[in-house]
């Protein structure tokens, strides 16, 4: 009975310390979850001081958490991304490129010039060989390898 005393009374300190663990962990995933559970913990904090038991404690940092994770973070999450970029970079702005076949392009192997200027090692998506001047769009990129496909006409 007198270890239950013992903890109950130095609960603050435990608090704190998981509030501080908390916090750390947001520093470095910056995704507002664990942001979320320190102020829930924050919650357990304050209810300790005004002087509820250990079991009240948990169960208010716990639905303090769960409030906020459900009702504050998704509306701060979108204020946060608010005005990205949403361009595709990197091997994602590939995918859909147009281009023009250098060297004979097979399931096996060959070689494109892209609109961005770049040439690629390229496979056709398709058994089909593609002849060089054939126009082709990149269907996706495995590796250094850009797979390509024949380009239809589409209209407008």
């Known amino acids: 009975m007198e270890l ?11 608090w704190i310390v998981l509030i501080l663990i908390f916090f750390a962990v947001e520093a470095l995933t910056l995704d507002m979850t664990f942001l979320m559970l320190g102020l829930g913990g924050g919650a357990g904090l304050v209810s300790g001081l005004l002087g509820a038991p250990l079991w009240l404690q948990i169960v208010i940092a716990a639905v303090a958490a769960a409030v906020l994770l459900l009702a504050l973070r998704p509306p701060l999450l979108r204020r946060l ?7 595709p970079s990197n091997m994602a702005a590939l995918i859909g490129l147009s281009g023009i076949v250098l060297a004979t392009v097979t399931p ?6 892209l609109a961005n ?14 002849t060089p001047g054939v126009a082709v769009v990149v269907d996706r990129i495995e590796g250094a390898t850009a797979v390509v496909r024949p380009r239809t006409e589409e209209v407008l």
């Open 117 to 130: 200027g770049d040439v690629w090692t390229a496979r056709a998506a398709t058994a089909d060989e593609l």
């Open 4 to 14: 239950l005393q013992t903890i109950e009374q130095f609960a603050w300190i435990g």
């Open 108 to 113: 096996l192997g060959g070689q494109v010039k």
């Open 81 to 87: 991304h608010r005005g990205e970029d949403t361009t």
